[in-house]
Nanobody, 118 residues
Framework: VQLQASGGGLVQAGASLRLSCVGSENGFSLNYMRWYRQSSGKARELVASITSGGTTDYADSVKGRFTISRVGIKNTIYLQMNSLKPEDTAVYYC?????????????WGQGTQVTVSP
């Protein structure tokens, strides 16, 4: 499974960005697709997740501002980020988790930098 993330950039506080993650289509719908982020000196944190059935979950810090969505059962997700804050500055990573061959497998895309200026 390959994941390609894009959409990061430099914006001012209060602006919006949309991140995209396009996953390879291998004949199955990945069980979980997620966005993580990692800022300088901090551990990677889970931002949002969505299941193949469309169930979503968010970190408390982004609830009401970020929306994760998925293109049907395809392995493509988006992260709409509104009302961005300087503390949202981080490298954002796309992740997929899928149960295959009797075990859970994790896949990671390359990161995309999001920088929010005050």
């Amino acid at each position: 499974v390959q994941l390609q993330a894009s959409g990061g950039g430099l914006v001012q506080a209060g602006a919006s960005l949309r991140l995209s993650c396009v996953g390879s289509e291998n004949g199955f719908s990945l069980n979980y697709m997620r966005w993580y982020r990692q800022s300088s000196g901090k551990a990677r944190e889970l931002v949002a997740s969505i299941t193949s059935g469309g169930t979503t979950d968010y970190a408390d810090s982004v609830k009401g501002r970020f929306t994760i969505s998925r293109v049907g059962i395809k392995n493509t997700i988006y992260l709409q980020m509104n009302s961005l804050k300087p503390e949202d500055t981080a490298v954002y990573y796309c992740n997929a988790r899928h149960f295959g061959s009797s075990k859970w497998d994790d896949y990671w895309g390359q990161g995309t930098q999001v920088t929010v200026s005050p």
